[in-house]
């Protein structure tokens, strides 16, 4: 009888320390996250499960071309996953189908060069915005169907949850996110 007690109470200590290995790794280090919708077609679909890590962004800044998930500024319990195309400080222009980017090393300006996209995706919408310090530009690879700061202004770097690292659903589309070159 005092075996199966030992026993019981080394299989429950395991369980509270995987347990709380699990939340501790869940809360700090990575979530998982469901892609709901079309908006990063054609790189994430619809169903795609990613895993999100929620660290990289308290050691560096957010950089621009990398897929974040974040909460939705105008309903935080809403999350979002989208790409990063202009960084604080920065202006960007949207016009005649393409993504201009000023900044202090470009002050006359640069094209997005954005590989990720089909060749006929063309980015509507004719707007110039400024970002504030501490503010992100996003937009969705699918640009027709996107709901992104070109409908709703820029992003808080305080919205940001994680850098996307790896799609790990479906298992044909498993891979590990690399960041695009600009």
Do not use: H
């Amino acid at each position: 009888m005092r075996s199966f007690f030992t026993s019981l109470i080394e299989v429950v200590e395991v369980l509270v320390v995987a347990i709380v290995s699990v939340l501790l790794i869940k809360t700090f280090l990575i979530q998982p996250f469901l892609v709901n919708g079309d908006s990063m077609e054609p790189n994430f679909s619809n169903g795609n499960y990613l895993l999100v890590d929620e660290i990289s962004y308290r050691l560096r800044e957010p950089e621009r071309g990398e897929v974040i998930v974040f909460r939705y500024p105008e309903n935080r319990s809403v999350f979002y996953i989208k790409r990063i195309i202009g960084l604080p400080g920065e202006t960007i222009e949207i016009k005649g189908g393409q993504v201009k980017i000023y900044n202090n090393d470009f002050p006359e300006g640069f094209t997005a060069s954005e590989d990720y996209l089909t060749d006929v995706t063309r980015t509507s919408g004719d707007l110039k915005v400024t970002l504030a310090e501490g503010d992100y530009f996003v937009m969705g690879d699918n640009r027709v169907y996107s709901f992104d700061s070109r409908k709703w202004g820029s992003l808080p770097e305080a919205d940001i949850i994680g850098l996307v690292r790896f799609n790990l659903w479906p298992l044909n589309e498993a891979r590990a996110i690399e960041r695009p070159s600009y």
